[in-house]
């Protein structure tokens, strides 16, 4: 019997365990056309935190009582689909759970890029397309521009420090923490600030980037992004992936500096990896390059068995990971 985690009610702020319960998970039944998986790897990540609210969103909320979703690379252990074979490494959003049967359309098979199978849940994967396509098409970031990233030791930051760097920009994040911030620096940052250090974010922003930013890419929201737009240069681009900081129990920070939109012509746009996944090939392709010319390295923090998820998850929200957080089944 396959085992899965279910959402048994909806969290008021930071989750705890107790919203969480494994569950015995019937499989369908296999037919043609279909795969069974045994998943190897699974991901967590900040979106699933809006998926537990019953509010429209985006993506669905989480149906209480139901098997959770999630990215997952797994191993086709009996197939019934042409172009599929057993022992074929796949891609697919059945997470949260050790075995899944799905339609072989709802599963992808890993290209041929000599990463390990866990990097397309992270770099290579959803994480890395993340800061691919939010830096280079929606911040339309160029060589020359000063890049400001929150969150820079997360698995989408520190994949867009490596790709800014190797684009020729000049590239200031924040990490929490002296270990994590020197690891921000060992991927290529130019300048790194650690958000939980005593003195002013803004200040700290201000001296890293003394002639301003060209580019913000927002994982966090709340100060960063205020100070984001204090130092932003005329016509700055900002992308805006994420608000970890606002999941939970909201962040009270007023944006000071939001008239700054108006007279330094900034831009701000928000934006979903979903609406570049048919460009998926163009991505593989500059990252391959990018590898094979030694400008990408990753991290990865794994917690270990199916029964880890709910730990990894709540890590996401008290800087429990350096890189992607993976469970490994």
């Given at each position: 019997m396959a085992h899965a985690w279910t959402l048994k009610s909806r969290p008021a702020g930071m989750p705890t365990h107790d919203n969480f319960a494994m569950?015995?998970?019937?499989?369908?039944?296999?037919?043609?056309?279909m795969v069974r998986i045994a998943n190897r790897w699974l991901s967590v990540d900040p979106y699933m935190r809006g998926r537990m609210n019953d509010v429209k969103s985006y993506t669905p909320p989480f149906v209480l009582g139901e098997?959770?979703?999630?990215?997952a690379v797994g191993e086709v252990i009996e197939s019934q689909a042409d172009g599929i074979a057993v022992g074929d490494m796949v891609l697919h959003m059945a997470g949260w759970r050790d075995e899944a049967v799905l339609s072989a359309n709802q599963v992808q098979k890993l290209p041929a890029l000599g990463v390990d199978p866990q990097a397309f849940l992270g770099q290579f994967g959803m994480p890395g397309m993340t800061a691919y396509f939010g830096l280079m098409e929606v911040a339309s970031a160029k060589a020359g521009d000063v890049v400001f990233v929150s969150a820079a030791a997360g698995a989408v930051?520190?994949?867009?420090?490596?790709?800014?760097?190797?684009?020729?920009?000049?590239v200031i994040g924040t990490?929490?923490?002296?270990?994590k911030c020197a690891w921000v620096k060992a991927l290529g940052a130019d300048e790194v600030i650690d958000y939980k250090g005593e003195g002013s974010l803004l200040k700290k922003l201000m001296a890293a980037a003394p002639k301003g930013i060209d580019v913000y890419f927002d994982n966090v929201g709340g100060e960063h992004l205020d100070a984001a737009l204090a130092v932003a240069n005329e016509?700055?681009?900002?992308?805006?992936?994420?608000?970890?900081?606002?999941?939970?129990?909201?962040?009270?920070?007023?944006?000071r500096f939001?008239?700054?939109?108006?007279?330094?012509?900034?831009?701000?746009?928000?934006?979903?990896?979903?609406?570049?996944?048919?460009?998926?090939?163009?991505?593989?392709?500059?990252?391959?390059?990018?590898?094979?010319?030694?400008?990408?390295t990753r991290e990865e923090t794994v917690h270990q068995g199916l029964a880890s998820m709910p730990d990894a998850f709540l890590g996401l929200f008290s800087g429990g990971n350096t890189g992607k957080m993976l469970v490994k089944l």
């Open positions: 569950i015995e998970a019937a499989t369908p039944a296999m037919a043609a056309g098997e959770m979703q999630g990215g930051g520190s994949t867009l420090v490596q790709i800014a760097k190797a684009k020729g920009m000049t990490a929490g923490g002296a270990d016509r700055a681009r900002f992308a805006i992936c994420g608000m970890i900081n606002m999941y939970n129990s909201g962040d009270p920070t007023v944006l939001a008239p700054r939109i108006i007279g330094m012509r900034i831009r701000i746009q928000g934006f979903i990896v979903s609406d570049y996944m048919a460009r998926a090939a163009e991505f593989y392709a500059d990252m391959a390059g990018m590898l094979q010319a030694d400008k990408l």
